[in-house]
């Protein structure tokens, strides 16, 4: 009788299939890590005040990271949010001034409708490639709220009570901005993982062309998409103005870099079909603790973003490697 040798699996390939399975686990061991180097380097600062004040600095960022994951799984890309957002903020503080903040609200979320709807019908339609999209819309909507600003100079601006609650106020030691991120968190998990539009998302990126062939009008998708990510910028601007309370004509625009990097971190592909939104919000948590720890350290804000665009060419190599070996 034979015996058949059973060839045991090499550790390092039983690791990166652990890794690839479970990338929750690698990411939770990676935050702890820098929350202790963080620790080391500043005795006493991580302490409940800390853990507050990161958690409503990375919130902002997680929901734009939740729109560049949710357009990265068609294998999209939103460039646009940072412009959204900064033009709903800037809207919502200058029309609060002589409006209603209910009328003032939704002006504010006109242009985050309207630029959405733009981008998908770009993209979704007329087949534009989402960067160049984007890209295109972001800089239009940047020339048009420089001219808004000299319609409203002369009104000045204010911040509106309840933003300003929302985003830096603490009740019990928890930031009350979760009480808007846990429900928005909860709908992009459930609709990604229990809806089909949110199979649809996974469908395109994964395969469009059987997508096509099965039946699925592309177009209504992404456009559904793009204006949902659109939407969910315009909110995060609100939230984010509450926050900095400064509105400015660039507030958002040094989040877009870092949310991609996010979702990048989080386990989302740039080529579409893979990723969730859980890592994204790990991811989001930190970056938010690495550019405490970059403070720290004193590094400028270029080599910051030298730093995240390494992070993002880094693990797309390697999700590309992870890819080729399956």
Not at 154 to 180: E, M, Y
Not at 206 to 234: C, F, H, K, P
Request: glycine share 10%.
């Amino acid at each position: 009788m034979s015996s058949t040798a059973i060839t045991p699996i090499p550790f390092g390939r039983r690791l990166k299939r652990f890794m690839a399975d479970r990338p929750l686990i690698p990411l939770i061991i990676l935050l702890v890590i820098l929350v202790v180097i963080l620790q080391i380097l500043r005795p006493g600062i991580v302490n409940e005040r800390w853990i507050a004040n990161t958690i409503k600095f990375a919130i902002p960022l997680a929901i734009l990271a939740g729109c560049q994951t949710m357009t990265m799984l068609t294998g999209g890309i939103d460039l646009s949010v940072g412009t959204v957002a900064t033009m709903s903020a800037f809207i919502m503080a200058t029309q609060v001034v002589n409006q209603d903040p209910a009328v003032a609200f939704l002006l504010a979320m006109m242009p985050a409708v309207l630029i959405g709807l733009i981008n998908g019908i770009g993209v979704g339609v007329f087949r534009v490639h989402p960067l160049i999209m984007t890209l295109g819309t972001s800089l239009i909507g940047t020339g048009c709220l420089q001219v808004y600003q000299r319609t409203v100079i002369a009104s000045g601006a204010k911040i509106p009570d309840f933003l300003a609650w929302l985003g830096t106020g603490v009740t019990s030691g928890f930031p009350n901005a979760l009480l808007l991120f846990v429900p928005l968190a909860a709908l992009i998990v459930f609709t990604l993982a229990r809806t089909g539009f949110g199979r649809l998302l996974y469908a395109v990126g994964d395969n469009e062309r059987a997508t096509r062939l099965s039946g699925v009008q592309y177009w209504q998708v992404i456009t559904a998409l793009y204006i949902s990510s659109s939407m969910l910028a315009g909110i995060t601007g609100l939230l984010y103005i509450g926050l900095i309370k400064a509105p400015s004509l660039s507030l958002a625009e040094p989040l877009v870099l870092p949310s991609v990097a996010a979702a990048v971190i989080g386990g989302t592909s740039i080529f579409g079909g893979r990723g969730g939104y859980t890592g994204t919000i790990i991811g989001a948590l930190i970056l938010t603790v690495l550019t405490t720890l970059l403070t720290i350290l004193q590094m400028p804000e270029g080599a910051r973003r030298i730093l995240f665009g390494l992070i993002v060419l880094f693990l797309t190599a390697a999700y590309l490697r992870i890819i080729e070996e399956r």
